[in-house]
């Protein structure tokens, strides 16, 4: 369909539907005579329902239509079977790129085992605490710190001891 009509059937401007057309938001045909138009599927597209019925193209008495000038006019059921086949690519492309997460997500979590594994072999084992005297250390730890406490009772309380 013309610009015109493509204009009027998506109930806009026919300068808006140009500036649509220049910055690449709606392709636009050329016909063999070099007029462009407007595909009504790529309108729907673009602008969502018509306001309007696309008009036909030859008007008035003794108007013939020819192969050049018949407009664009896809029947509805051709339309639901493009967004059906457009539906369908879409979702075995969201099919793909779920099978491309997954897998990024296994070799995820196998570097992350792996990192994981290297680091206890990296890093040195933890103190045995058997190997500080066999406990004597602690006990002596323990009666350190009890000292340490009769030490600053007597030191803060004077009077404690009497």
Same mark, same amino acid.
């Not at 649509?20 to 602008?47: C, K, M, N, Y």
């Not at 339309?79 to 997460?101: F, G, I, N, P, T």
């Given at each position: +369909?013309?610009?015109?009509? %493509?204009?009027?059937?998506?109930? #806009?401007?026919?300068?808006?539907?140009?500036?649509?057309?220049?910055?690449?938001? *709606?392709? $636009?045909?050329?016909?063999?005579? /070099? /007029?462009?138009?407007?595909?009504?599927?790529?309108?729907? =597209? $673009?602008? /969502?329902?018509?306001?309007? %019925?696309?008009?036909?193209?030859? =008007?008035?008495?003794?108007?013939? +239509?020819?192969?050049?000038?018949?407009?664009?006019?896809?029947?509805?059921?051709?339309?639901?079977?493009?967004?059906?086949?457009?539906?369908?690519?879409?979702?075995?492309?969201?099919? =793909?790129? +779920?099978?491309? *997460?997954?897998?990024?997500?296994?070799?995820?979590?196998? !570097?992350?085992?792996?990192?994981? !594994?290297?680091?206890?072999?990296?890093?040195? %084992?933890?103190?045995?605490?058997?190997? @500080?005297?066999? /406990?004597?250390?602690?006990?002596?730890?323990?009666?350190? %710190?009890?000292?340490?406490? #009769?030490?600053?009772?007597? @030191?803060?309380?004077?009077?404690?001891?009497?």
């Amino acid at each position: +369909m013309s610009i015109s009509e %493509a204009a009027r059937a998506a109930g #806009i401007n026919r300068r808006t539907l140009q500036r649509a057309i220049q910055t690449g938001r *709606l392709s $636009a045909t050329v016909d063999a005579a /070099g /007029g462009r138009g407007v595909d009504l599927a790529e309108l729907i =597209r $673009a602008f /969502g329902p018509l306001k309007e %019925a696309p008009q036909e193209t030859p =008007r008035g008495p003794g108007a013939v +239509m020819s192969h050049e000038t018949a407009p664009h006019h896809v029947p509805e059921t051709a339309l639901v079977a493009v967004l059906r086949e457009q539906l369908q690519q879409a979702q075995q492309e969201k099919d =793909r790129l +779920m099978s491309l *997460l997954e897998t990024a997500q296994q070799v995820l979590q196998a !570097e992350q085992q792996a990192r994981r !594994e290297l680091e206890q072999k990296l890093l040195p %084992a933890p103190p045995n605490p058997s190997s @500080f005297g066999n /406990g004597r250390s602690g006990v002596l730890l323990v009666l350190f %710190a009890l000292a340490l406490a #009769i030490a600053a009772a007597v @030191f803060f309380h004077p009077d404690w001891l009497r």
